[in-house]
């Protein structure tokens, strides 16, 4: 099962507390409702009880003010920038647990990737494992 999140991947931002109490970032909230979407629109699929191999693939678009000649050389080349590969990794997890397997658990191998590309996105493939 493959699908694809548009957009610039984002990391799981840290609990915030308030004079109200903890909460989650709305950054946050927001991108791990997009990987809800995304997978739902893609499949309404399960995996329960089955050991899972998850790959990902964080893609990020080079910034517009430099040349066009530089961003052509970065394409597939590795981005070293923020946000940080497990904030990534964790945010697309957390927005799938319960969706798409029972729990994070489950999985029992990851992989990931975070490179730049022609097209912000993260594309996510789970293959169950037996």
């Not at 984002?10 to 609990?15: A, F, L, S």
């Not at 089955?50 to 693939?57: A, F, P, S």
């Not at 050389?73 to 940080?84: A, F, G, S």
């Not at 658990?105 to 975070?114: A, G, M, R």
């Amino acid at each position: 099962m493959k699908f694809e999140i548009e957009g610039k991947p984002v990391g799981k931002g840290r609990p915030r507390l308030s004079r109200w109490g903890v909460y989650t970032p709305t950054k946050t909230v927001n991108y791990e409702n997009l990987v809800r979407f995304s997978y739902l629109q893609a499949t309404n699929d399960k995996f329960i009880d089955c050991d899972l191999k998850i790959e990902i693939w964080a893609i990020f678009e080079p910034i517009k003010s430099i040349s066009q000649k530089k961003q052509k050389e970065l394409m597939n080349k590795p981005y070293r920038k923020k946000p940080d590969i497990d904030n990534i990794t964790k945010s697309i997890l957390d927005g799938l647990n319960g969706i798409a397997y029972q729990d994070d658990n489950q999985i029992t191998e990851l992989v990931v990737h975070k490179f730049y590309g022609p097209k912000a996105k993260a594309i996510v493939e789970i293959t169950k494992l037996y």
